[in-house]
């Protein structure tokens, strides 16, 4: 397979981890496993592997995949000028590779907060600031603490929250409380040895300085021993299941890899299920993304300079899309009896 010219490929479907053994293969004991609930010791099981089964990359994995994507990308932002620069999020790149009529209704648009979207924000302070605490404090009060850290913040949540009602608060903190309970009752507590960070900053530059990259996955847990792949990438959802998920870890993956050696698992955790749902990282899936950025930047740089008109996607999107009072082919959808539940994907 030639890394110099990337194609879009078939993802690679999920597998399960190792179970959690030793150097030997033999199931490490653990005096603490009788105090952990199933699923906590089933996401251990998963997260266990000895060195022998982790997967191992070349010194100059992240130097090719680096270079795979400047080359790829490199004809495409020469259509930007000279002081423009594109910025591509998980966000971006999902929206694009949906409907584009509806990118483009959105694009540039200010962030709109909602009650769901404010949810979800609170919930992953209270993680993050649960899982950094030297005590084990209770889920009530890293929700309290992260809704007023939030609410301090002078951006839009920030004036999203001041705005609530006294009722309105209480109805987040109550659904906040309820996910950060189930994290608590079935995300084990993490040791320091397994060196865990919240939010890690993540980012790509393109030489010529057009296009920035970033990310911040919720949770990492291990390290590279050389290289050898260590380290875990997780990202906590409050909603159901999305296609995107998988491509947001993946686009973490890459930036990881790029930065230091690619991660060995990444992880979709769904708080409302207790989910655990787990990808190993491998070459093909790392170039596979190479070739999803690429071909998103192209499909944005096309539809902002209007070098095509959109092409129209009906899905579970319409249901919150801008444009869909004025969209016939969405009103169609969402009055066809298609089977699909729209609450399976949540609004992004």
Partial sequence: MRRD?????????SVPAVSGTDET??????KKSTRLTPPQQEIIDQLGAPRRHRPEF????????????????????????????????????????GCERRFMAVDGSPFEWSAPTARGSIVHKAIEIMVNSRREPYPSDVVDDAMDRLGENAD???????????????????????????????????EPRWRPV???????????????????????LGRPDGTVAGRV??????????????????????????????????????????????EEVTEDLLYSTVARIVAGTERIIQLRK????????????????????DCEEGLRYLDEDSGDDFTAWAEP
């Fill in 5 to 13: 010219s990337v194609e879009i490929d078939t993802y690679p479907d």
């Fill in 156 to 190: 839009g949540l920030g004036d999203f929250l001041r705005s609530c009602t006294a009722t309105e608060r209480s109805e987040l903190r109550a659904e906040a409380v309820e996910r950060v309970t189930r994290f608590s009752d079935c995300f084990p507590p993490l």
């Fill in 198 to 220: 919240t939010e890690t900053r993540l980012r790509y530059e393109h030489p010529s300085y057009r296009m920035v990259m970033s990310g911040r996955p919720d949770l990492a």
């Fill in 306 to 325: 209007s070098r095509r008109e959109p092409d129209v996607i009906p899905g579970p999107a319409c249901r919150w899309c801008p444009v869909r009072p």
């Fill in 233 to 278: 990438l997780f990202d906590f959802k409050t909603g159901s299941f999305s296609p995107t998920h998988r491509d947001d870890l993946r686009l973490y993956a890459l930036m990881e890899a790029m930065a230091v050696l690619p991660p060995r698992l990444l992880v979709t955790y769904y708080l409302d299920q207790g989910k655990f749902m787990p």
């Fill in 58 to 97: 070349g010194a100059d994995s992240g130097r090719q995949l680096r270079q795979a994507l400047d080359d790829n990308l490199g004809p495409l932002l020469e259509e930007l000028r000279a002081d423009e620069t594109l910025r591509v999020s998980k966000y971006l790149l999902n929206t694009v590779f």
């Fill in 25 to 30: 293969g033999n199931r490490k004991s653990d």
